[in-house]
């Protein structure tokens, strides 16, 4: 099994429509991140966690919401997925050492 | 805060001839710094990492990287490169996770297709 999981890989949802995206870890670290790709821009950072009750806004956090359920669960939410919040998601967690990522998860708002 | 300056948008380079990979940074507390590779269609890929030390790095795939704390450089070098090395290739910078806040952040620069042509 994959040290960071994310589900789904592939989602297709209309504008308007609430939509969380999960992503689960078997690395036991602390630290969780949500981040956004999109073409000619790199990745951009959209949320973080140090810890179950810490949670801070990244770069670009707007019309996004996140949930830290356990050590090993972070999701992502829209709350009313818009066209421009179309991107590659990547979930990723941390120590020290380097970061690990997920494979992404693949959203397309129509 | 860190910040990252990938200088070329887009590479070409023809099959087996040296490609260079340019990478610039900011930031007011000492650095590590990272080199990722996306193939298409694929996720994220470490290729090189530096922390401390040799300044030299060596990578998966015949893949360097030089840290050049004058320049604020981290460039990314092969000396012959293949058609299989085509994908986007990202430079990343991050601060001491110990000094807390969002210093630990990994920041990426926006990125670099290369593109091997045969």
């Known amino acids: 099994d994959a040290d960071v999981t994310q589900t789904p890989r592939n989602r297709i949802t209309k504008t308007g429509k609430r939509i969380m995206l999960e992503c689960s870890q078997t690395?036991?670290?602390?630290?969780m991140y949500w981040y956004r790709q999109d073409p000619g821009l790199g990745l951009r950072l959209i949320y973080y966690?140090?810890?179950?009750?810490?949670?801070n806004k990244g770069e670009i956090s707007d019309g996004y919401s996140v949930s830290r359920q356990a050590q090993a669960k972070f999701s992502l939410s829209l709350e009313s997925a818009i066209p421009n919040q179309t991107a590659l998601y990547f979930c990723?967690?941390?120590?020290?050492?380097?970061?690990?990522f997920g494979s992404g998860t693949r959203l397309t708002v129509v | 805060a860190q910040s990252v300056t990938q200088l070329d948008s887009q590479v070409p380079v023809f099959e087996e001839a040296p490609v260079e990979l340019r990478c610039n940074y900011s930031?007011?507390?000492?650095?590590?710094l990272f080199w990722y590779v996306q193939y298409p269609n694929q996720g994220l890929q470490l290729l090189l990492k530096?922390?401390?030390?040799?300044?030299l790095v060596k990578g998966i795939n015949g893949f360097e990287a030089e840290f050049n704390k004058s320049q604020t450089s981290f460039h990314l070098r092969k000396p012959s490169v293949h058609i299989s090395d085509t994908a986007e290739y990202f430079c990343?910078?991050?601060?001491?996770?110990?000094?807390?806040?969002?210093?630990?952040?990994?920041?990426f620069g926006k990125g670099t297709k290369l593109s091997v042509k045969p």
């Open positions: 990723a967690t941390s120590v020290e050492g380097g970061y690990t």
């Open positions: 690395k036991g670290h602390d630290r």
């Open positions: 966690s140090f810890d179950v009750k810490d949670i």
């Open positions: 930031s007011s507390v000492s650095v590590y």
């Open positions: 530096y922390l401390s030390g040799s300044t």
């Open positions: 990343a910078v991050r601060g001491p996770m110990n000094y807390g806040g969002s210093q630990g952040n990994l920041i």
